[in-house]
T-cell receptor, first 114, second 111 residues
Framework: NAGVMQNPRHLVRRRGQEARLRCSPM?????VYWYRQLPEEGLKFMVY????????ESGMPKERFSAEFPKEGPSILRIQQVVRGDSAAYFC????????????FGNGTRLTVT | DQQVKQNSPSLSVQEGRISILNCDYT??????FLWYKKYPAEGPTFLIS?????DKNEDGRFTVFLNKSAKHLSLHIVPSQPGDSAVYFC??????????FGTGTRLQVFP
């Protein structure tokens, strides 16, 4: 039973490029969450998705960031025109029901913007 | 607006002793609380949780205590082991809402 799979593990982008982060939830999980961890900080909620629906995007920056969780395939977090301040670890988590069940996290994607 | 606070960034405990990690929250609507453990370069892993209808939950060496009137929870690890050295995050949520995390406490257990 594979856990939450994120790829790539490390991603280096130059300022102005696009970053695409992928997340495959655990089998049977239809709820996906993205969190960001800046250096020396805790995990900050970004977005919560179910299949084909964004449920809560209150933590997403208003510009350059978008997320999707299509009917088929992984969830994608997309960052356009990256800036140095986007450098962080991005974690994806999934749960089977979305209501008070523990989230299962992937090992994250560490994005470095040069 | 930090709704979940872990005021101790680090804690050092001798092997075999008790580790106590603390967490405070401000939102009285939170009804579900969790502790996660995180090793470097890995994602957080779930440790233990407690619902607001309880004041204690125990799982092996790990016990979580909840004091709703003080909006405070704590994680007790006894006896502490070197493998427990990690960053511990507390998190809280309100029913189906997202988990809100604290900033973490780095626990070091030395021999």
């Amino acid at each position: 039973n594979a856990g939450v799979m994120q790829n790539p593990r490390h991603l280096v982008r130059r300022r102005g490029q696009e970053a695409r982060l992928r997340c495959s939830p655990m089998k049977g999980h239809s709820h996906v969450y993205w969190y960001r961890q800046l250096p020396e900080e805790g995990l900050k909620f970004m977005v919560y998705l179910q299949k084909e629906n964004i449920i809560d995007e209150s933590g997403m920056p208003k510009e350059r960031f978008s997320a999707e969780f299509p009917k088929e395939g992984p969830s994608i977090l997309r960052i356009q025109q990256v800036v140095r301040g986007d450098s962080a670890a991005y974690f994806c988590a999934s749960s089977p029901t979305g209501d008070n069940s523990p989230l299962h996290f992937g090992n994250g994607t560490r994005l470095t913007v040069t | 607006d930090q709704q979940v606070k872990q005021n101790s960034p680090s804690l050092s405990v001798q092997e075999g002793r008790i580790s106590i990690l603390n967490c405070d929250y401000t939102n009285s609507m939170f009804d579900y609380f969790l502790w996660y453990k995180k090793y470097p370069a890995e994602g957080p892993t779930f440790l233990i949780s407690i619902s607001s209808i309880k004041d204690k939950n125990e799982d092996g060496r790990f016990t979580v205590f909840l004091n709703k009137s003080a909006k405070h929870l704590s994680l007790h690890i006894v006896p502490s082991q070197p493998g427990d050295s990690a960053v511990y995050f507390c998190a809280a949520s309100n029913n189906t809402d997202k988990l809100i995390f604290g900033t973490g406490t780095r626990l070091q257990v030395f021999p």
